[in-house]
């Protein structure tokens, strides 16, 4: 626990991000995570519930969405919840859980990561560790993060600046790991008929200072499940490399933001219109053999 | 200047916004600006100089949106600025130029509307009366536009709700005047490396609850060049009935906004790109002949 | 309706607000009010209805108001509301009312005018001339405020920042009206427990870079009952110089914001409590004699 | 690493925040300090340096802000920093010179803990834990400190609301530490002209909603020395328990944040215009005996 000196001079020396700006890799970084590219010109879809809640919620939900297409399982097993009282999420067994149905469906898995101490169990299991976006400046989890070598997710802060978030993603890379992955998930204003406002010009602004991949989530950004499907068209347009969207069998049961799931029969519909878009930008949704396979299917 | 007996009974009901709504109109509204509709299958360009500024100016600038696919032509002339010591417009021999610059190119016109002494000679000589962010509840002019006959853009406040919009375009309704278009344009958020922060749920959600066209501005939303060709694409695939955007022949010498302004290349460029996005959400850039032209030219 | 034209220099040198700012009045401006001066060592609080709704709500009110000691009488007859179909104020006949009871009880006037055409009918017969937060930057409101020579409340816009409040005082000022009193009433954030957020800070900021009187309306500010005395004791103690209150005979019947109107009663012990805050700060309670009176008086 | 199961109904009934609620400790709560209470009618004053920087410059400040009268030392030895480059904190080594000079002075210290894993050393050796406004919904952290029986100060996140704000609180008392006292310290807005902006209804409506002692961080709200002052008066008026002031004996040298730090002569100027203030609140300054004290050195 030792600190720095203030009379080091470095101490006084402040450079700016610089690991994370597009002059570092002008080409653009692509993180690989469990046999999917994220980054490249493939879209990356990461979809299912908010929360894993138990074996049958989770199976249904993992078999739709791979079904569908997705590419990656996401589901929570911490849970960053506003109020002591309210579900924290199943922990470990939650985990073997969500690895289980990973597995069972050939879908790499994304879940949060909350503290430090978490870190070993789930940077073992999982395959990409996001940081939620109340952790965004969580400078110790950060550290800790940059000295794995591991896919992270980073979400921007509820009020983060588009600045703010790229210095977060730099104390990543600062410590050497440079697998990140930036997410979009709505900003915090004075709006409230959605849950927060998504700010997809601060996808095409990252896009273009950072070489980063940067994904979107519509789920939490709008909170309301009709508005997921044209944001995320509109994330495809806007050049984000991929989604991250929240799924839940049975909307109305989840224990965790079920007002804003999108059922399984949307999340289809949905995947079945993103080509269409992606195409018109030049980009198709991932698959293990590139666009040729994606451009004959249509 | 008689006002409202607090005692009538009316006094006390107070309706919500209804005229607006989309149970009051479930097909959607549109609009006939000119010749060219708004609000159907056609998704439609307004381009141009943020202000009027000279003959040459504007003629080098609608003549390249002309070209380029551009169904109306923008351009102030008078002018909200946030110092009385800024230019303020060219007024009515601004109007004049901008009336024969629609005319030789074959544009119908849009403009801004400040104070309700500027409407009669607005309304005679534009087709499309703009209601800037800052006059959003400008109860008054509101009002006054509820009398005209006349295509009406409302902007979103830079703070106001999308409640408070709708709210304020059913002041126009409830005038009589239907024919009301919104506009998003960013709000104000804690985020200062874009001018506004540009709200696309918004657009979806007001397409979802009401009857209107909703067009986006990503000119004021972004205020950065580079950012306006992946918004536009976003707000086509978000569900967007059409632009507003900035051109400007010589953006480095532009009096007014000069830095957010598209070069006329950017733009032919962003019109080349717009259909295919178009295409994947089963819209298409109006012509006057409909989608069958378009399919057939790409 | 003439405009500039752009090629006269002066459209491209752009001076900043100057007539607002301290430097031009290092002492401090003073605005004479029917009597009662506001920008001076005496703390000026102007109270009353929101709106004025007829002859006995206004009599019990202005009589509560001036038993307690305010020094004006607010009430709205013009009121801007969200809503179309919402309560718009009493017009012309409520102005009589208000003129009335002011004169009834020896209190100056104060009320909001929302539109050009309403000037002549409040200039004759009002003291202050309020400009309402929706209308801070209705530049065409602000220019023709200029041309008179009357007091006007500017309050800030519900997303303007200080600098912008400073502009907007200046479009008065620069048409050689130079009584301009600034009022605070909360901007608008992503904190929904209150109204608005006050914003104290901007007070104490705009009391050093202009030399206008500011004034604090915590009424519209927090719309919280409970939270007006201490943040009218936190005004004064930050610098404000005078308070806008909304008091309401009967809060649970008024037409128009009754949920946030203090009783007569707490207001009377509002009155009480602001002496001994303001001597803290070297002020006092505005009386026709001075501070030595009011001295004595404690 | 348990979890939580699902079908656990506790998992399902979710109680809101109600151990910070004042129905819960109608009087309020008193947190004792190294011989020092917050929350009682004695007004606690904090200050000291934003980072603990070196032995002289600690040692200058100190002297100073206890000659003035304040209360409790401050100073950071870990420092949450936006980017990994800048000065993070003496660390350890800089704690140590903390405590020293907090016993040389017969000053408490407060101080900032980031992580879990900093908790025994700073327990040991801090009086008040304190937790940033970045950390406000650091959860792990939070149960942590709730295990603890140790006072922490809890500053409001950046875009917490203050219904967050208390629940973030919640969460510490639920793990049986009741010794909490919250801390505005202003919150992100659209203005720019301050760095962040006070809310100090927050404070009221803290002080009415919970039982926990409230204090305000007057620096880091405004980032303006000039309003620190006025800010500072106003929150003794609005009803705070006490100020958490940054001051630096050189604050043009200073490390982190010099151009917020109040001067100790400013310092030593607010700590004699707050008696009059707080006497108009039936506050004082706190001493060890009480008011009576104070009133007979006024």
């Known amino acids: 626990m030792g600190g720095q000196q203030p009379d080091d001079p470095a101490a006084r020396r402040e450079p700016g991000a610089h690991r994370v700006l597009r002059a570092a890799r002008p080409e653009g970084s692509r993180v690989q995570v469990g046999g999917v590219e994220v980054g490249g010109p493939g879209f990356v879809v990461m979809a299912g519930p908010c929360a894993v809640e138990g074996t049958e919620q989770l199976e249904l939900t993992a078999r739709a969405v791979a079904h569908a297409g997705a590419h ?3 589901g929570g097993v911490f849970k960053p919840r506003t109020s002591p009282y309210a579900f924290q999420g199943m922990g470990e067994p939650g985990l073997k859980l969500l690895v289980d149905a990973g597995r069972r469906h050939g879908l790499p898995i994304i879940s949060e990561v909350m503290e430090t101490e978490q870190l ?3 940077a073992e299991h999982t395959d990409i560790l996001q940081v939620g976006a109340r952790n965004m400046q969580n400078f110790g989890l950060l550290r800790a993060l940059g000295r794995l070598r591991k896919p992270v997710l980073l979400k921007r802060g509820l009020s983060a600046t588009v600045q703010e978030w790229l210095n977060a993603a730099e104390y990543i890379l600062a410590g050497g790991n440079e697998q990140v992955i930036l997410c979009e998930r709505g900003i915090r204003t004075f709006e409230t008929a959605m849950r ?7 996808v095409a602004w990252a896009k273009e200072k950072s070489h980063l991949p940067v994904i979107v989530d519509p789920s939490h950004a709008t909170g309301l499940p009709s508005l997921i499907t044209p944001m995320s068209l509109a994330a495809a347009a ?4 991929g989604l991250l969207i929240e799924v839940h069998a049975k909307p109305e049961q989840a224990l965790c933001d079920g007002q804003q799931a999108m059922s399984p029969e949307d999340f289809a519909s949905l995947m079945r219109r993103l080509p269409g878009v992606l195409a018109a930008v030049d980009r198709h949704l991932w698959t293990p053999e590139g666009p040729a396979q994606i451009a004959g299917a249509r």
């Open 72 to 74: 990656l399982l996401r």
């Open 120 to 122: 070993p169990l789930m």
């Open 196 to 202: 927060n406002t998504l700010d997809l010009a601060a």
């Open 238 to 241: 806007a050049g984000a490399d």
